[in-house]
């Protein structure tokens, strides 16, 4: 099993629309979650991390994390046709060498 | 600042041939590594460094080799290329490994024919 299993997409969605991002995980000692944005062709970029439970908020982007049922979730409200890239999850837990990630959701804005 | 900077951006190679893939941080970052992206498997990471000097694998290391001079520079060399090798490889660099942000390269594509 992947440390971190997420949806691939793709996903397309009209300008306006909200859009849900989700990952598991399988790793209860997982404390650090984060979402990259990566635009085609490009390299990732954090957009946010929360620490332990609870959400995150920034702009339009609202982190989410449920330790209880392991699950990772990032909203986009009022999408824009220059969100439209990859969303990669990644997570770590404290005292490890490395990051996990998802494959990663390919999501489309349609104007 | 230029972040990571990784060279070439494409390269073509026969199977068999050996390359060398650039890395450079200009952020006196401690912790350097490199992954590999392939549809449907996601970042893969190859091998890591925590400072000049010291080097371990990560989940995919076979058919790479890395060293760490320098605080700057990560190359990853591939010993003899084959197809399977064929893929994007991202460089990150980030301040320590316990860091939440990765900053990561532009990528370099390479295909093995």
């Known amino acids: 099993q992947k440390e971190v299993e997420q949806d691939p997409g793709p996903l397309s969605v009209p300008e306006g629309a909200i859009v849900s991002l989700n990952c598991t995980y399988s790793?209860?000692?997982?404390?650090?979650f984060m979402w990259y944005r990566q635009y085609s062709r490009k390299g990732p970029e954090l957009l946010m991390y929360?620490?332990?439970?609870g959400n995150k908020e920034d702009g339009r982007f609202t982190a989410q994390v449920d330790k209880s049922s392991k699950y990772i979730s990032l909203f986009i409200r009022d999408s824009q046709p220059s969100d439209s890239a990859t969303y990669l999850c990644?997570?770590?837990?404290?005292?490890?060498?490395?990051?996990?990630f998802g494959t990663g959701t390919r999501l489309t804005v349609i104007p | 600042n230029a972040g990571v900077t990784q060279t070439p951006k494409f390269q073509v190679l026969k199977t068999g041939q050996s390359m060398t893939l650039q890395c450079a941080q200009d952020?006196?970052?401690?912790?350097m590594s490199w992954y590999r992206q392939d549809p449907g498997m996601g970042l893969r990471l190859i091998h890591y460094?925590?400072?000049?000097?010291?080097?371990d694998q990560g989940e995919v290391p076979n058919g790479y080799n890395v060293s760490r001079s320098t605080t700057e520079d990560f190359p990853l060399r591939l010993l003899s290329a084959a197809p399977s090798q064929t893929s994007v490889y991202f460089c990150?660099?980030?301040?320590?490994?316990?860091?939440?942000?990765?900053?990561f390269g532009q990528g370099t594509r390479l295909t093995v024919v």
């Open positions: 990150a660099s980030s301040y320590w490994y316990e860091s939440t942000e990765a900053f």
């Open positions: 790793n209860s000692a997982f404390q650090y």
């Open positions: 929360t620490y332990s439970s």
């Open positions: 990644a997570t770590y837990q404290t005292g490890a060498n490395n990051l996990f």
């Open positions: 952020m006196n970052h401690e912790y």
């Open positions: 460094s925590v400072g000049a000097g010291i080097t």
